[in-house]
């Protein structure tokens, strides 16, 4: 049974930014894929970034291609969302998950098999 945490979340005015952070344990890190998905209120769940599980491939949503990044570090069982240029429409819960899946199906809620507690994001305008 792996368990995921993430920190990092809390207040940003628009245009700053902030590092999530997703410890993971009870489990072989560096044979899972893992991802970031975000729940808005009223809003469905949405993928934001996954990275494959050596971190040599990864992938992001188009709201925030060019601004999020994702890396890990496998020595740490810890994956990383750097979140950059920060907008109010990215308020949103941030969860990391972990798969055994293919890296191909990344951004497929489903494909994943464990879930953190979430952080909560709240950008300011």
């Given at each position: 049974?792996v368990q995921?945490?993430?920190?990092?979340?809390?207040?940003?005015?628009?245009?700053?930014?902030?590092?999530?952070?997703c410890?993971?344990?009870?489990?072989?890190?560096?044979?899972?894929?893992?991802?970031?998905f975000?729940?808005?209120p009223?809003?469905?769940?949405?993928?934001?970034?996954?990275?494959?599980?050596?971190?040599?491939?990864?992938?992001?949503?188009?709201?925030?291609?060019?601004?999020?990044?994702?890396?890990?570090?496998?020595?740490?069982?810890?994956?990383?969302?750097?979140?950059?240029?920060?907008?109010?429409?990215?308020?949103a819960?941030?969860?990391?998950?972990?798969?055994?899946?293919?890296?191909?199906?990344?951004?497929?809620?489903?494909?994943?098999?464990?879930?953190?507690?979430?952080?909560?994001?709240?950008?300011?305008?």
């Open positions: 049974q995921l945490v993430e920190s990092g979340g809390g207040l940003v005015q628009a245009g700053g930014s902030l590092r999530l952070s410890a993971a344990s009870g489990g072989t890190f560096s044979s899972y894929t893992m991802g970031w975000r729940h808005a009223g809003k469905e769940r949405e993928f934001v970034g996954g990275i494959s599980p050596i971190g040599n491939r990864w992938r992001f949503a188009d709201s925030v291609n060019g601004r999020f990044t994702i890396s890990r570090d496998n020595a740490k069982n810890t994956v990383y969302l750097q979140m950059n240029t920060l907008k109010p429409e990215d308020t819960v941030y969860y990391c998950a972990a798969t055994t899946g293919p890296y191909s199906r990344s951004d497929y809620s489903s494909a994943y098999n464990y879930w953190g507690q979430g952080t909560q994001v709240t950008v300011s305008s």
